[in-house]
């Protein structure tokens, strides 16, 4: 069974801290992404990545970095968490190709900020 | 950039009613589209795509959706509803291989 893991289903953080929210997909899938799920809002990319070692800003990436040093694993990274980064984050993988809208999501992690 | 809007945010309905919920899409040539859904505590699971050809498809547990370019929807259906359809459903548009969501019906299902 196709998986993608997020390593933390609920972190709480103070603010100033810095957070690592950690994704791996077990698929060999090119593709991965960092999306943000907000009430009202829907899901907002931050930012994705198209192979190892490189990245891509998305629709908000203010305020965060990625690393993707494996193919498999994407991390996401609050280098100074505000309160205003409390939501629910989405890690996915994708293939690279004609399907690249077929996305295979993990469970998020919601974070909170105090 | 194309985007996609869900008018509604919340519906209910009746176990075993029908359910239809609404996707419209902004101009642009032929575009990708997605319905997603998301049941409570777990990641996002695709329903089922529209790239080209008929304009009718047909997706997993029992949903299709019907692309009308006339009036740039893609709405999502299932003739009876189950009690386990409650969840949030999105639609999805691809731009340059990312996509965009919309901002997601949430659906309960009453009794």
């Known amino acids: 069974d196709v998986k993608v893991t997020q390593s933390s289903r609920y972190l709480v953080k103070r603010t100033g801290e810095k957070v690592f929210l950690e994704c791996v997909q077990d698929?060999?899938?090119?593709?991965m992404f960092w999306y943000r799920q907000d009430p009202g809002l829907g899901l907002r990319l931050i930012y994705f990545s198209y192979d190892v070692k490189m990245k891509e800003k998305g629709d908000i990436p203010e305020g965060y970095s990625v690393s993707r040093e494996k193919k498999e694993r994407f991390s996401l990274i609050l280098e100074s968490a505000s309160t205003n980064q409390t939501s629910m984050y989405l890690c996915?993988?994708?293939?690279?190709?004609?399907?690249?809208?077929?996305?295979?999501f993990g469970e998020g992690s919601r974070l909170t900020v105090l | 950039a194309q985007s996609v809007t869900q008018p509604d945010i919340h519906i209910t309905v009746s176990e075993g009613a029908s359910l239809e919920l609404r996707c419209n899409y902004s101009?642009?040539?032929?575009?990708?589209l997605f319905w997603y859904v998301q049941s409570p505590g777990q990641g996002l699971q695709l329903l089922l795509k529209y790239f080209s050809g008929d304009t009718l498809v047909q997706g997993i547990k029992g949903f299709e959706a019907e692309f009308k370019r006339s009036q740039s929807s893609f709405n999502l259906r299932k003739p009876s509803v189950h009690w386990s359809d409650a969840a949030e459903y999105f639609c999805a548009v691809e731009n340059d291989y990312k996509l965009s969501f919309g901002a997601g019906t949430t659906v309960t299902v009453r009794a």
């Open positions: 698929m060999d899938h090119e593709n």
């Open positions: 101009y642009g040539a032929t575009p990708y």
């Open positions: 996915a993988s994708g293939k690279r190709g004609e399907n690249t809208g077929e996305l295979f």
